[in-house]
């Protein structure tokens, strides 16, 4: 331990025991966006790592924590996917642009395996308890970031001074559960692009009159979209 502290790298017990975690749970991580949260448990993940329960159970100590670690770590790959990129670009609609877009490629991969935020959120939506405060404690920090992006953009004159932050999140956080819900249930062709349409004219709603930043996406330079 006091060579971890010291900045040592950390022995091979520990290294291998940091990656046959990680490993744990791609597999339940995987698990989870087919089957659901509730598809998770020790004996099912042990059968797909082919390890044993009592191995996967030294990692987690009981299935809530591995459920609360599978949300946990798909809140970190979304961040990384989707928010992370979005910041490096100009504040304003760039930005908010950018949000959505990586947001919308990344329901269309989900496509075929499932949104844990969206299958958690009807899994858990009346069922108190640590798994569901996890769940909503992320979805919460997403769209407090998405909502700090919308008052940028007002704040920038990109949209109406008049806008409300808040609406503008509804209908935006709206448009990606009719995808989700069109595109994976229904099977219906083309609901990628008509969410992508929907968001520009949600925008097109609240556009601040004669803002370059604020015109819909077909008519701006190939920087500005970029």
């Known amino acids: 331990m006091a060579g971890i502290r010291d900045g040592a790298a950390p022995s091979r017990p520990l290294l291998k025991g940091r990656q046959t975690r990680a ?7 995987a698990l989870a966006s087919q089957m659901g949260l509730e598809g998770l ?5 042990a059968e797909v790592t082919r390890m044993s329960k009592s191995g996967v159970f030294a990692h987690f100590g009981s299935r809530e924590e591995l459920q609360i670690s599978v949300v946990r ?23 908010l642009r950018a949000l959505f877009d990586r947001w919308v490629r990344r329901v269309a991969v989900e496509i075929d395996s499932g949104c844990i935020y969206i299958s958690g959120a ?13 769940l909503v ?21 990109h949209l109406r001074s008049d806008a409300d932050p808040q609406q503008v999140l509804f209908e935006v956080h709206g448009l990606i559960l009719a995808l989700h819900h069109d595109a994976r249930f229904l099977r219906h062709p083309g609901a990628v692009e ?3 349409k929907a968001f520009e004219r949600v925008l097109d709603g609240y556009a601040a009159p004669d803002h370059a930043d604020a015109a819909p996406r077909k008519t701006r330079g190939r920087a500005a979209s970029n």
């Open 137 to 157: 404690t992320m979805v919460q920090t997403w769209q407090t970031a998405l909502e700090r992006a919308i008052r940028i953009a007002v704040d920038e004159g």
């Open 23 to 29: 490993a744990i749970l791609d597999a339940a991580l």
């Open 73 to 95: 770590e798909y809140h970190a790959r979304f961040e990384e996917e989707v928010f992370n990129p979005a910041m490096r670009l100009r504040r304003g609609l760039p930005r």
């Open 41 to 45: 448990s020790i004996g099912a993940l």
């Open 194 to 196: 008509r969410a992508r």
């Open 122 to 134: 009807v899994e858990f939506d009346d069922r108190p308890g640590p798994v569901r405060d996890a």
